[in-house]
């Protein structure tokens, strides 16, 4: 049977489940409050936002406006009355900003790819180009750098030659300025350029096959170079081993400007193809020089470090990259289509949003003004402060689709916590009630266990009282008294036994007066009662004496012992007196040893002004003879 102490147990715990889902209640609340509350600042945080950005693209697209806008008329100039400038305009496209790049002519802007020529693309791809790399180039390692390097393969392809030697200085310029190192591959004359030449010839290999061959001025000796922690090393050369028609190719490069030129189809552009191999690992079989089993591709750093990309036309694994230190493999990575990590890193050319900035193509020399305005806004916004405000940006977006679903899940869960609630609103009254009736019962409790006490206590009263009715007296029957008057009345009713004793102990009841003058008198009781503790007190005494006759000893005996210990006494005061003579001795030895000390101390006093002595004479002064290193007279001594 469950009892009310159960039951409000149970009840308690139902109140304990409501006071934590009126806390989640209140939780939830709280919670989409603050969520709604965003919600409804929305606006005014994406305005915030636009404002920012628009305030940055402002100040940024200035400066990049004046820089394209120099770059355009230092290499394709105009009459001062028709000088021509190139604008950037920020839009906003479905919340993301876009970049329209158009050339302004007698104040008539025209879209910069398809209002102008072929020649006004070469130079603003470029430019573009140099902005882009020189904005996201920066520490080694980090997410946001780049290598500072850039390869403009055929970037002067719809240039008249009369025009490649002022793009060529431009070029030559904005490398210096920015820090960039940059490979020029080009179909003109070398001549027409500023940097480092090199130019391909078309000769058969030693396979029979036509091989590139590479002509250049004579170079410093090789130097390894100490790059400081966090800068890139440049890029000292670039080894092509069986890769299209290049046999066994070195192509050195410059930390400036290097020019590579050559005639049509020698394998100029082959370059650009085994960097994006080693960079994108997008190479084929077909790359491979026919006739050969492998292609091998290394690129080598300033600090002696290099990473070497390798194709084999039959066998697993196809292709392998390795980090050389000298000539030493430090690590070997087999890779089927990704690229390590490590070279991503320590290459530093990457994708940027699938466009690659750094490695142009010939087949594409137009870079940016073919893409969206949205394209051209995210490349030229991957600087430091333009990454900050999109991340701003994605950061804001995700809190808001996150308050959405919260604000749905909580008004989901918020509905089941208030009908949960709904059950349990009575529960408060009904614990109260479930207390009152606890601690009734408790006080019912308390009440029998009483009753059942008084009970037990009664029993031997009860069993003792029919003991007594058992006696029967010549007067009348003896008849119990309730009163604690007659207690002394009963004291003289009991036999002359300790059983009466403890009978009026337990009874406390008393006798009627006309059975008094048949008991004994409250002396005799009295004697009665501590006979048993007399008992046990001459029992005691018994015990004692007998210890006490055990160990009795003889007269004889105690009389020795008392002699023999006053003669250790004399013996233990003559002792004292020898103690007084060690005493003495004792000092008398400390004198002793005292003067040993000084005699010795004095002895070496002497003996040190004799080797002083000794030390400036040449023969001993007593016997005349050489004085070896121990020289000695005992008798003198």
């Not at 945080?45 to 355009?72: I, N, P, W, Y």
């Not at 990704?338 to 087949?363: A, C, N, Y």
Request: charged share 30%.
């Amino acid at each position: 049977m469950i009892g009310v102490g159960q039951v409000l147990q149970q009840a308690l715990r139902l109140h304990g489940r409501r006071d934590a889902l009126l806390q989640e209640d209140r939780r939830i609340r709280q919670e989409a409050g603050i969520c709604r509350a965003r919600q409804d600042r929305k606006e005014s945080v994406e305005a915030v936002l636009d404002a920012l950005e628009q305030r940055f693209h402002e100040k940024s697209m200035g400066l990049l406006e004046t820089l394209l806008t120099a770059f355009l008329n230092d290499v394709l100039p105009r009459d001062a009355a028709d000088d021509q400038k190139v604008t950037m305009e920020l839009e906003h496209l479905r919340g993301l900003p876009a970049l329209q790049v158009q050339v302004c002519q007698g104040g008539l802007p025209e879209d910069a790819l398809r209002g102008r020529g072929g020649s006004v693309a070469n130079v603003l791809s470029a430019g573009l180009r140099f902005i882009a790399v020189a904005r996201s180039s920066g520490m080694r390692g980090s997410l946001l750098g780049m290598r500072p390097f850039l390869v403009l393969d055929e970037a002067d392809c719809w240039l008249s030659p009369s025009r490649v030697g002022d793009f060529a200085r431009v070029i030559q310029q904005l490398s210096r300025d920015l820090g960039l190192q940059v490979l020029i591959i080009s179909h003109h004359d070398s001549h027409l350029f500023s940097g480092f030449p090199i130019f391909l010839s078309r000769e058969t290999g030693t396979d029979g096959y036509p091989s590139a061959q590479v002509q250049h001025p004579p170079l410093m000796a090789k130097k390894n170079v100490e790059t400081p922690k966090g800068e890139w090393a440049p890029v000292r050369e670039i080894s092509l081993r069986n890769f299209l028609s290049h046999e066994d190719t070195v192509i050195p490069l410059t930390p400036g400007v290097t020019v590579l030129t050559g005639e049509n189809d020698v394998g100029k552009s082959a370059v650009t193809q085994a960097i994006r191999a080693v960079a994108y690992n997008d190479a084929g079989d077909g790359m491979i020089r026919h006739g050969a089993e492998k292609a091998t591709i290394t690129i080598r750093f300033a600090d002696d470090t290099a990473i070497q990309w390798e194709r084999v036309r039959k066998g697993s694994p196809k292709v392998i990259y390795r980090k050389l230190k000298g000539d030493q493999v430090e690590q070997e990575t087999p890779s089927a289509r990704e690229v390590p990590e490590w070279v991503t890193q320590m290459l530093g050319i990457r994708l940027q949003d699938d466009l690659d900035v750094q490695v142009s193509d010939q087949k594409s020399p137009v870079f940016l003004l073919q893409e969206s305005p949205a394209k051209r806004a995210q490349i030229l916004d991957i600087g430091r402060e333009s990454q900050y405000l999109r991340k701003m940006r994605e950061s804001w977006k995700r809190q808001v689709d996150e308050d959405r679903r919260t604000i749905r899940a909580g008004e989901k869960r918020l509905q089941a916590v208030e009908t949960a609630l709904s059950h349990l609103q009575d529960l408060p009254e009904l614990v109260e009630q479930l207390t009152v009736l606890e601690r009734q019962s408790q006080s019912l409790q308390k009440q029998q266990e009483d009753l059942l006490r008084r009970e037990r206590q009664w029993l031997p009263c009860d069993q003792a009282q029919k003991r007594l009715q058992a006696f029967s007296l010549p007067d009348s029957r003896v008849v119990l008294p309730a009163g604690k008057e007659e207690l002394h009345r009963l004291q003289a009713f009991l036999p002359q036994q300790t059983q009466a004793a403890r009978l009026h102990k337990r009874l406390r009841v008393g006798i009627p007066d006309a059975s008094l003058s048949r008991l004994p008198d409250a002396q005799t009781m009295e004697n009665l009662r501590r006979l048993p503790e007399s008992i046990r007190m001459a029992k005691q005494i018994l015990q004692l004496q007998e210890k006490r006759r055990r160990l009795k000893i003889p007269q004889s005996l105690r009389t020795e012992c008392l002699k023999e210990a006053q003669g250790k006494l004399q013996e233990l005061s003559g002792m004292s007196g020898l103690g007084q003579q060690a005493a003495g001795f004792l000092q008398r030895l400390r004198e002793t040893r005292g003067a040993e000390q000084e005699a010795r101390q004095k002895l070496s006093r002497i003996q040190q002004q004799k080797k002083s002595l000794l030390g400036n004479q040449e023969n001993c002064p007593v016997c005349g003879g050489s004085l070896p290193p121990v020289h000695d007279h005992p008798e003198v001594a």
